[in-house]
């Protein structure tokens, strides 16, 4: 198969650093703070690990709130002078988590050494040193500010919309919740959606809009939005031949392709590919059990042709049209369980069952290209079937102009263990090479997550 070739690619990945102390069983996610150099790190020892980038050491632990494996965590965005955390559990439980800023500095060099030699203690969140710390003031501490329940079995993921005032969770139940916070540690159910016929996997709000994606293991990512009062599904992404385990959104501002064009000119193909890329807005990004990667582009509302089969066409004043545009390059042996998108580079990388790390890049295509015409797939490929008049022909021209290519990517990452997720963050180490650069961070089976920097030319 395509994806079993060896191929010398310009990229390479390689490991900086774990984050210290890891968990002793299996590490579900980790997460990137909006605005400060930390992650967290969530697992199914019911516990959250909060560790540095500066340092890649534990900050603190929180524990305490949930009763079985903590499957998801999510930081809420534009909070200042506090952060907060929304956990989701296997116990069916959602739980809100605060603690101020000033209190999540990188702990001294000797307390960290004497926390990793067993000398230090955790004490409700808090590292603690020999009793100094025993005192210390109760908003020190994360603050377990409240549960949601609602849900009648594991809660997979959740996600905070871009304005921080709406909370997603899904569940094995087969639901989607969404909570409105209407005050300070209040929040409302404002809807139940159960459209989906298997165990939804993961929810991603929209970068910009109040739109929410879900995927699922009934092979389908639904879109939701609200029209008047209600929240309902204004599309459905069919495609994918199993599972659905996660989508991701691109960013707002839109890096450019690739290298410059030589010279600084575009052609009028790739104007117009630009064009449609900033009416289409940012695109969803998909992985499945059945071991694709794909990405998806909303149709103009100015201008919708004829759709793909794998399009959705869903009847109602607020529905959305989205056509599947490309299949990145396949390169997993095992299902993809993860994917993120570079909210500076546009890159993606992905991981999964076969314990390999991948990094894609999209780029014009060149008359060298032959990565992508391999074993990528872009929509192009369902548009040569219908080709009729001119305007066909050059729809044709559009999609074709840009291509996914596999940059780099690293077998075994983190040993004989399954890779449960992976994403990006800013660097923040003494050690970085700018103030833009990104490290990869994956979290696995073996309860470690590992920090990766790639190398490009």
């Known amino acids: 198969m395509a994806f079993e070739e060896t191929l010398s690619l310009p990229g390479s990945i390689s490991m900086l650093s774990l984050l210290k ?11 990137p703070h ?14 959250v690990r909060i560790y540095s980038l500066t340092s890649f050491t534990l900050l603190s632990t929180i524990s305490g709130g949930h009763k079985r494996s903590v499957r998801s965590c999510a930081w809420k965005p534009g909070v200042r002078g506090e952060s907060v955390l929304a956990t989701g559990s296997f116990d069916a439980s959602v739980g809100v988590w605060k603690r101020w800023d000033q209190d999540m500095n990188p702990k001294p060099e000797s307390e960290i050494v004497e926390f990793m030699n067993g000398v230090g203690e955790v004490d ?16 020190e501490d994360w603050r377990f500010a409240l549960v949601l329940d609602g849900h009648d079995s594991e809660v997979k993921s959740v996600s905070w919309s871009a304005g921080g005032n709406f909370l997603a969770t899904c569940s094995r139940d ?7 916070e209407i005050g300070e540690d209040d929040f409302e159910t404002i809807a139940v959606l159960q459209e989906h016929q298997g165990d939804v996997k993961y929810v991603a709000w929209h970068p910009e809009e109040e739109l929410l994606a879900s995927a699922s293991y009934d092979d389908d990512i639904r879109l939701w939005r609200e029209d008047i009062d209600d929240w309902g599904c204004v599309g459905v992404l069919k495609g994918h031949d199993s599972t659905v385990w996660a989508v991701e959104w691109e960013a707002i501002h839109l890096p450019m392709l690739g290298k410059e064009i030589e010279g600084g000119e575009k052609t009028a193909v790739q104007e117009k590919w630009l064009n449609r890329r900033d009416l289409s807005g940012p695109r969803l990004l998909s992985c499945s059990d059945d071991m694709t990667i794909r990405i998806w582009r909303r149709q103009p509302r100015e201008r919708a042709p004829q759709q793909s089969k794998l399009s959705i066409i869903k009847s109602g004043s607020n529905e959305e049209d989205w056509v599947e545009e490309a299949r990145l390059p396949r390169r997993h042996k095992r299902a993809v369980y993860s994917v993120a998108w570079s909210q500076k580079t546009g890159r993606i990388v992905s991981t999964g069952g076969d314990g390999k790390i991948v990094v894609y890049e999209e780029r014009w295509k060149s008359k060298n290209s ?7 797939h872009r929509a192009s490929e369902d548009i040569d079937a219908r080709i009729k008049t001119t305007e066909d022909v050059e729809v ?3 999609e074709e102009i840009a291509e996914w290519f596999v940059l780099a990517e690293l077998e075994g990452a983190h040993g ?7 994403c990006w963050a ?12 990104e490290i990869i961070i994956s979290t696995g089976d073996d309860g470690v997550a590992k920090v990766w920097i790639l190398d490009v030319p």
């Open 416 to 422: 004989v263990f399954e890779i449960n997720h992976v």
């Open 174 to 180: 087969k639901s989607v919740w969404i909570w409105e």
């Open 21 to 31: 102390p890891p968990s002793l069983s299996r590490a579900w996610l980790t997460t």
């Open 34 to 47: 909006p605005s400060l150099p930390i992650v967290a790190t969530c697992s199914s020892d019911k516990s």
């Open 396 to 398: 044709k021209e559009v």
């Open 426 to 437: 800013r660097r923040a180490d003494r050690s970085k090479r700018s103030d833009d650069e």
């Open 370 to 376: 032959s990565l992508t015409s391999e074993n990528g």
């Open 124 to 139: 409700g969140g808090l590292r603690t040193n020999g009793g100094e710390n025993d005192n210390a003031d109760e908003d």
